[in-house]
């Protein structure tokens, strides 16, 4: 399967921006930063996790503590698919219990990604309250789930791939609508 | 990564290193599922798993229904001993009855070596090897490396002894097939009654003197004396067989620096492993057991995978 970039439609500097603004409306929305910890959904919410938590201590000069999710086992696709995926570590190191937590992923689409996350994070303890922040939202969801905090409305075809790049796994940093080459 | 193309378990001859290598690495998130507050996970949910064990054992069952409930999994066991094997009912019939109830998954035990081969070719349900005759115990030889590769940090390379009953041992052999295909130089020790001929063969070295057998090894494999196999009289007595072979603290210093002690349980006290040593702090039998868990968690997921029609029985 080969893919052709069809647009750039965030490049570098953007997804700061993005970041940077996402950050001040996390600490905005929550007064503060006091009992919220960020939560990284595996694998490209992890790295933005870690950014996040670097702009808010930039701003706030306290900095929140940083998880990482991995929702493998928590999929509900698992009985359909005709490989297991692979199972990572789940590295959430602080008592969540009566936590803001901030989930946060790349991009939100269907919503089972994070309706899985949700149900992982439940497994863990009990957060006085989840919220959700996404660099992407494109839209077509199937679950009644609603992100607290997006970088960037993307409205997309179902046929079309949208590729968030980080340079901590791809080496690049910007966002992409990407199609298959025919 | 081709797991999805097994139907069943049956041994590690005839497992690549690759799907070992991905039993491991899934085995590490299980075993922190083990280790939390809430010990489950929905993964297998509305899957079924038999335990059909034709010889008895309390750890290895034990623990597949455990890793199975900790993934959603339904478990159930069909008691041999109160079941109608009693009456006679062949291999086969109980087999093509469980199926029939409708279970994904079979784990079996029996003393006959290529019993679950019989039954893989025969039913639709994946089957998982917990140990046949003296041929193999595949899961228990990845708890041991498991807990091998978490202590040591890798496999590669390793010098590996594998103390006692060499000639009854399914875990000896599946322990000897899967480390060598990690390039461990796998040494096996013991009377040469206990020794099965052409041993060497498999790519291993035989001593038949303890000490220089284990002496600059990574990892000693302590297995247990099986009473209940020793009827030919191949060796006088256990107290003789205590004198020569029987584990002390100063075997595992005579042994490379930080070597470690595995031993799969139960353990015969004072007759191949001493007190001392059963509780010495490099000794992970205690360890080996949630690791058990663990690895058998990341089997059965790695192996549920998938809808049945799709799998070539």
Do not use: W
């Not at chain 1, 791939?161 to 980080?166: E, F, L, R």
């Not at chain 2, 309390?58 to 094997?85: C, H, I, M, P, W």
Request: aromatic share 4%; proline share 4%; glycine share 8%.
């Amino acid at each position: 399967m080969q893919l052709r970039d069809k647009i750039v439609i965030m490049d570098e500097m953007d997804m700061k921006r993005a970041l940077t603004r996402i950050s001040h409306e996390i600490i905005e929305a929550n007064k503060g930063v006091e009992g919220v910890a960020l939560v990284g959904i595996r694998r490209r919410g992890c790295p933005l996790a870690y950014r996040l938590a670097d702009q808010i201590e930039a701003i706030e000069g306290t900095r929140p503590p940083v998880g990482l999710l991995d929702i493998t086992l928590y999929r509900d696709d698992l009985t359909t698919l005709g490989t297991q995926p692979e199972v990572h570590r789940t590295e959430v190191y602080f008592d969540i219990t009566n936590l803001t937590v901030v989930l946060v992923d790349d991009v939100i689409y269907t919503g089972r990604t994070v309706r899985a996350a949700m149900d992982a994070l439940m497994d863990l303890g009990r957060p006085r309250r989840i919220q959700l922040a996404v660099l992407i939202d494109r839209g077509h969801r199937e679950l009644p789930i609603k992100p607290d905090f997006v970088g960037k409305n993307v409205p997309t075809s179902r046929e079309e791939i949208i590729s968030v790049m980080v340079e901590e796994i791809d080496n690049d940093n910007k966002v992409v609508i990407q199609e298959l080459m025919s | 990564m081709n797991f999805e193309k097994r139907k069943d378990l049956l041994g590690l001859k005839d497992m690549s290193r690759e799907e070992i290598e991905l039993i491991l690495d899934t085995a590490v998130p299980m075993k922190d599922v083990i280790r939390r507050e809430i010990k489950k996970v929905p993964a297998l949910r509305g899957k079924g798993m038999i335990t059909v064990f034709y010889e008895n054992s309390t750890r290895t069952r034990t623990s597949f229904e455990l890793a199975g409930k900790y993934l959603s999994a339904d478990t159930s066991n069909l008691a041999v001993s109160t079941s109608s094997v009693q009456k006679g009912e062949s291999l086969k019939d109980t087999i093509q009855t469980i199926e029939m109830m409708g279970p994904d998954i079979l784990v079996m035990r029996h003393s006959m070596s290529g019993a679950p081969h019989y039954v893989a070719r025969n039913t639709r349900m994946r089957v998982i090897n917990a140990g046949d005759g003296t041929n193999e115990h595949p899961t228990q030889a990845l708890l041991d490396m498991f807990s091998i590769r978490e202590r040591k940090g890798t496999l590669e390379g390793l010098k590996v002894a594998i103390v006692g009953d060499i000639l009854h041992s399914r875990v000896a052999r599946s322990n000897i097939y899967g480390l060598s295909k990690f390039g461990c130089e796998v040494r096996v020790v013991g009377p040469s009654t206990l020794m099965p001929p052409e041993i060497e063969r498999l790519g291993v070295r035989q001593y038949f003197d303890l000490k220089e057998g284990i002496s600059g090894v990574d990892v000693i494999n302590v297995l247990r004396i099986q009473r209940e196999r020793q009827h030919a009289g191949l060796f006088p007595s256990l107290e003789e067989y205590a004198e020569l072979y029987m584990l002390r603290p100063e075997h595992l210093e005579l042994a490379g620096d930080g070597a470690i002690l595995l031993h799969p349980g139960p353990m015969n006290r004072g007759i191949e492993i001493s007190t001392e040593l059963a509780e010495g702090p490099n000794t992970l039998v205690n360890e080996q057991v949630t690791n058990g868990v663990a690895v058998r968690m990341a089997l059965l997921f790695l192996m549920m995978g998938g809808r049945r029609d799709e799998i070539a029985a």
